[in-house]
C-alpha cells in the first residue's frame, strides 16, 4: 500500500539553525500539506500545496518557513533560523484531490536546543 | 481556536466491547469529517470519514454518525480489539472552500482495550 515517507525521523539541531524536512508524499497525490504537533499539544496546520504553490498558510508558517518541491518526487519544509519553541512533532500529509483524505506520513521529530 | 473538541481524552474498554469517540465541533461551515487512529512515534493513520450530506458511514468494525444539527459526531468501534488501544483524532475541513486543506485537529481520545 503506497504511503507517505519522511526523513529525518529525528533531528536536533542548535537554535539559530537551518533545517529542511524532507516528505515523499503518495506518488499520484497532487496536494500536499505539512502539520506539526507541540508535545502535549494539538495537531496543527501549518501550510498546504499544489501546483507549486501554497495554497493556505496558517498564521504559525511566518517568514522563517518556506516550502518547496524540488522535484517531481519530494516534497520539502525548511525552517531558516530554528527556536526553541519550533521543537516538535513534523507531519507531511497528501492527498489525491482538493479537500479529500489527507495520507500522513510518520513524523519528523525536530529538538531545538 | 477550539473548533473541534473531543471532550473525553481517554476512554477504557473492554475487548468485545463497543468503543464510541465523541466530536463536537463549532464551525458550521465544516462538511468533511475524518477520524484518525495514532500509535506513539507514529503519524496519524486514517480510519473513516464521512461528508455532510450524509448522516452514517460505515467501514467493517468503524461507523461514523453525523449530527449536523447538534454539530457532533461519534466514531463506533465494534467489536474493539487489543489492537484498537491507540489515540484517536477527529478532524474537520471546509472542503468545498478556500480551506480545503486545512484539517482541524480535536485534541485526540486515548483509547485502552482491556482484555
Known amino acids: 500500500e503506497p504511503e507517505v515517507t519522511q526523513t529525518p525521523s529525528h533531528q536536533v539541531t542548535q537554535m539559530g539553525q537551518e533545517v529542511i524536512l524532507r516528505c515523499v508524499p503518495i506518488?499520484?497525490?497532487?496536494?500536499f500539506y505539512w502539520y506539526r504537533q507541540i508535545l502535549g499539544q494539538k495537531v496543527e496546520f501549518l501550510v498546504s500545496f499544489y501546483n507549486n504553490e501554497i495554497s493556505e498558510k496558517s498564521e504559525i508558517f511566518d517568514d522563517q518557513f518556506s516550502v518547496e518541491r524540488p522535484d517531481g518526487s519530494n516534497f520539502t519544509l525548511k525552517i531558516r533560523s530554528t527556536k526553541l519553541e519550533d521543537s516538535a512533532m513534523y507531519f507531511c500529509a497528501s492527498s489525491s484531490g482538493v479537500g479529500g483524505t489527507q495520507y500522513f506520513g510518520p513524523g519528523t521529530r525536530l529538538l531545538v536546543l | 481556536d477550539q473548533q473541534v473538541k473531543q471532550n473525553s481524552p481517554s476512554l477504557s474498554v473492554q475487548e468485545g466491547r463497543i468503543s464510541i469517540l465523541n466530536c463536537d465541533y463549532t464551525n458550521s461551515m465544516f462538511d468533511y469529517f475524518l477520524w484518525y487512529k495514532k500509535y506513539p512515534a507514529e503519524g496519524p493513520t486514517f480510519l473513516i470519514s464521512i461528508s455532510s450530506i450524509k448522516d452514517k458511514n460505515e467501514d467493517g468494525r468503524f461507523t461514523v454518525f453525523l449530527n449536523k444539527s447538534a454539530k457532533h459526531l461519534s466514531l463506533h468501534i465494534v467489536p474493539s480489539q487489543p489492537g484498537d488501544s491507540a489515540v484517536y483524532f477527529c478532524a474537520a475541513t471546509e472542503e468545498f472552500s478556500d480551506s480545503w486543506g486545512k484539517l482541524q485537529f480535536g485534541a485526540g481520545t486515548q483509547v485502552v482495550v482491556t482484555p
Open positions: 506518488s499520484n497525490h497532487l496536494y
